[in-house]
């Protein structure tokens, strides 16, 4: 089965990469996923090596986050799509959930670019094995 992958930030909620996903869906007529990846966050430091007064449930945390990451895509466009929270790093959730993929959609890069800088879409691009769709920063907020 052929499929779109489209990268959703936690943060941005990736409106406009959802869009454009959402229109090659329609048009190649095949399903779309929408993926996040996710990692527990640390839990809070106590001095004198004490634990942490705060309980942290990790399980709470991957449902709290995967009801955001449904509520993100909702959001943006009314029609009912398959969310999947992986945990794992933002590069290697992406690689992984592209693989038999016809086409991955992102963001484009935030922040300051440089030679050095370690860009996830430069990282996809030469590692995925479908075609990646990388948003302009024009297109990646517009409504």
């Not at 930030?9 to 454009?20: I, Q, T």
């Not at 809070?44 to 449902?63: E, K, T, Y």
């Not at 799509?81 to 992984?96: A, H």
């Amino acid at each position: 089965m052929t499929f779109i992958v489209v990268g959703v930030s936690a943060s941005s909620g990736s409106p406009g990469a959802l869009r454009m996903a959402a229109r090659e869906s329609k048009l190649r007529k095949i399903p779309l996923i929408a993926v996040q990846a996710w990692s527990a966050p640390r839990a809070p430091s106590a001095p004198g090596g004490r634990p942490p007064a705060v309980s942290v449930d990790p399980a709470q945390l991957f449902a709290n986050a995967e009801q955001a990451l449904r509520d993100q895509v909702a959001e943006t466009l009314p029609e009912e799509v398959e969310c999947r929270l992986v945990k794992g790093s933002p590069g290697k959730v992406l690689l992984s959930e592209s693989e038999g993929a016809e086409l991955l959609v992102v963001d484009a890069p935030r922040g300051a670019i440089t030679p050095t800088s370690p860009l996830l879409a430069h990282k996809l691009v030469y590692q995925t094995s479908c075609p990646v769709l990388i948003m302009p920063p024009s297109q990646a907020q517009a409504g």
